[in-house]
C-alpha cells in the first residue's frame, strides 16, 4: 500500500490530466509513479520534461536504459528496478545478461560499461567522481555533451528511486527484488 496515495481520476489536480494523456500515448498506460507524482503538476511537469528533453539527448535507448537499471539497484529501489527490466527488455531489447551486468554497474558492449560504470561512480561518489572515473568515460568515446547527460540521468534515476521508496509505491510491473538493501 503507498503511503503517499495515488490519485483517483477525480482527484487528479486538471493541471496534470494532459500531462498523464501524454504518458498514455507514449506508454499505452499510466504507471503508478507517474499517478504519484501527479500529486503535484509542477513535480509531474519537470519530471516529464527532463525526461523527454533527456530523451532526445546523444544516450540511446539501451545506454539510457542500462543507466536506470544500474542506479536502481544502487539505490535499492524494486519499483524502479521491476520498471526499467521490464522496459530494458520490451522497449530497448536488452537480454537477461545484460540487464544482470546492467545491475552489477557492468555491460558486455565495451563503450556502454564504462557510461554505466561511471554512472555508478556518480552515484557511489554522491558527483565527487576522480579524474581517473572521467577520464575512463572520455577514452571510451563520450563527449562532454554525453557525460553531462549521463550525469543528469542518474539524477533523473535517483529522483525517482527516492519518491518510489518514500511513497512505497504499489507495483504495476513484474516485480523484480533488489540483490541488496539500499
Known sequence: MNRITIPTPDQTPAATLPLLDAVKKQLGVVPNLMKLVSNSPAALEGYLSLNGALNKGGLDAKTRERIALAIAEFN???????????????????DDAEIAANRNGKSSDPKAAAAVHFATRVAYER?????????????????????????????????????NEVAQTEFDFPKVDVKKAA
Open 76 to 94: 535499492g529501489c524494486s519499483y524502479c528496478l521491476s520498471a526499467h527490466t521490464y522496459l530494458g527488455k520490451n522497449v530497448a531489447k536488452l
Open 127 to 163: 558527483g565527487h567522481v576522480s579524474d581517473a572515473d572521467l577520464n575512463a568515460v572520455k577514452a571510451a568515446g563520450y563527449g562532454q555533451a554525453e557525460i553531462v547527460e549521463i550525469v543528469l540521468h542518474v539524477a533523473l534515476n535517483t529522483l525517482t528511486n527516492y519518491i
